[in-house]
């Protein structure tokens, strides 16, 4: 539950399982706040995370060192599919 008591998830596993209850219901906002959901500086709606689907650390699938002078994939969600943590693998230079 958020602080101002919205309904994020019905339970921390529910995140990363694919429940229903995974895909967004209300706005999530970036660290400028804007509203990913919506907001068309955001038009992939991503989660990048660079996580295996069990949570580790998936290496050179991150973006973790990556310059715009080489390639690079890292892994990302898009936010509706109610799977936190189903990589996909995206190249870096993706916004």
Not at 15 to 25: D, I, M, N, Y
Not at 41 to 57: C, I, N
Not at 70 to 85: D, H, K, M, S
Request: net charge positive; charged share 20%; glycine share 14%.
């Amino acid at each position: 539950v958020a602080p101002q008591g919205q309904l994020l998830a019905k339970s921390w596993s529910s995140l990363f399982e694919g429940s229903a209850s995974a895909t967004p219901r209300g706005p999530i906002y970036s660290f400028n706040g804007r509203n990913v959901l919506t907001d068309p500086l955001w038009p992939r709606r991503l989660a990048w995370h660079g996580s295996t689907p069990r949570g580790s650390h998936a290496r050179r699938r991150d973006c973790q060192g990556w310059r715009s002078s080489g390639p690079g994939e890292g892994l990302a969600t898009p936010l509706g599919e109610g799977r936190l943590l189903a990589g996909h693998r995206h190249n870096c230079s993706e916004a």
